[in-house]
């Protein structure tokens, strides 16, 4: 009689699961190759070592995801603080500066700045853009990341605009209409990139978009 091939075993005990029920002591008596290379050692004693990677895996897994969660409640509290003071502001220059502010003191947002085409001002944040920037911020669909590639925005910054190399673009809207865009920046490269998330960007566009409403 031929040897069985391995896979015929494997697919044996898998057909049969009450194999080892009925052959208990086998458990004990067959010895495996010891992952780590050292001896062999029993069956039963293998199952365990792999039932404790398995949970050690698992307590990494949830550790990340709780690490996770709450630099998402720092984050959204942030965001509810910022809204806040939005929703406070009775003037726009008042708007702009809790604007600014949270976003520097609180999201450590080194620059930040805007600009409007609609309505009229004596701020900053009225002056001219090009027909090309309010088209790119019309197509935006997400909160634009990546580094600064000469970008009409990047100028916004004063006298930091030359030092900036990496932006975020936020459209500020009202429903399909784009009145304008937000516009973040930072020297550091890696601060805003492509693979980014950008649920949080988003919302802070879509609130101050909603807020910037009253006053234009």
Request: proline letters at 6%.
């Amino acid at each position: 009689m031929s040897a069985l091939k391995p896979d015929e075993v494997a697919r044996y005990l898998q057909e049969n699961p009450v194999f080892f029920e009925d052959h208990a002591d086998l458990l004990s008596s067959i010895h495996v190759p010891h992952p780590r290379g050292g001896p062999a050692i029993p069956l039963s004693d293998r199952q365990v070592g792999m039932l404790r990677e398995k949970v050690k895996a698992l307590e990494a897994k949830l550790a990340e995801l709780i690490q996770f969660g709450e630099e998402n409640d720092v984050i959204s509290e942030k965001v509810h603080r910022l809204a806040v003071v939005l929703l406070s502001s009775r003037t726009l220059p008042t708007g702009l500066h809790e604007l600014y502010y949270n976003l520097r003191e609180d999201f450590t947002i080194p620059h930040a700045a805007l600009r409007l085409w609609r309505g009229a001002g004596a701020e900053a944040e009225f002056e001219p853009v090009s027909d090309e920037l309010r088209d790119f911020a019309a197509k935006l669909d997400a909160p634009f990341c990546g580094p600064n590639a000469n970008f009409e925005a990047a100028g916004w910054f004063g006298e930091a605009s030359p030092r900036i190399r990496s932006v975020a673009f936020m459209p500020l809207r009202e429903l399909d209409e784009t009145f304008g865009m937000l516009a973040l920046a930072s020297e550091d490269l890696l601060r805003f990139y492509p693979e980014m998330g950008t649920l949080y960007l988003k919302r802070i566009g879509e609130m101050v978009g909603a807020a910037l409403l009253r006053f234009v």
